[in-house]
């Protein structure tokens, strides 16, 4: 069994900054790619940025240069430190991981339940 469990999301002005966590625990060998995807009302999810356990991380256009993503092996945990925020950025965002676990050595991606982000403006 995995779980990951997201934190951080809130209601903030235009311009302001968010720092999103996403921690992970159970029967975990080991973790690769971490990623953030995000979904607003009436749209589909999609994705905002990767971090791969080795290489360069990658953001979609519309977050790059604004937001960072960032991981914590020891930790188990992503993050995605949110800057100059826009009211299009608002969104539930969910962490997504590559996962082994101790009982199947294949990865295989678990999801977060999702926190939510608003940007006024």
């Known amino acids: 069994q995995v779980q990951l469990v997201e934190s951080g999301g809130g209601l903030v002005q235009a311009g302001g900054s968010l720092r999103l966590s996403c921690a992970a625990s159970g029967s975990i060998s080991k973790i690769y790619t971490m990623a953030w995807y995000r979904q607003a009302p009436g749209r589909q999810r999609e994705w905002v940025a990767t971090?791969?356990?080795?290489?360069?991380?990658m953001y979609a256009g519309s977050v790059k240069g604004r937001f960072t993503i960032s991981r914590d092996n020891a930790k188990n945990t992503v993050y995605l430190q949110m800057n100059s925020l826009k009211p299009e950025d608002t969104a539930a965002y969910y962490c997504?991981?590559?996962?082994?676990?101790?009982?199947?050595?294949?990865?295989?991606?678990?999801w977060g339940q999702g926190t939510q982000v608003t940007v006024s403006s």
């Open positions: 997504k991981m590559a996962i082994a676990t101790t009982t199947l050595y294949d990865a295989v991606d678990y």
């Open positions: 971090m791969p356990t080795i290489g360069m991380t």
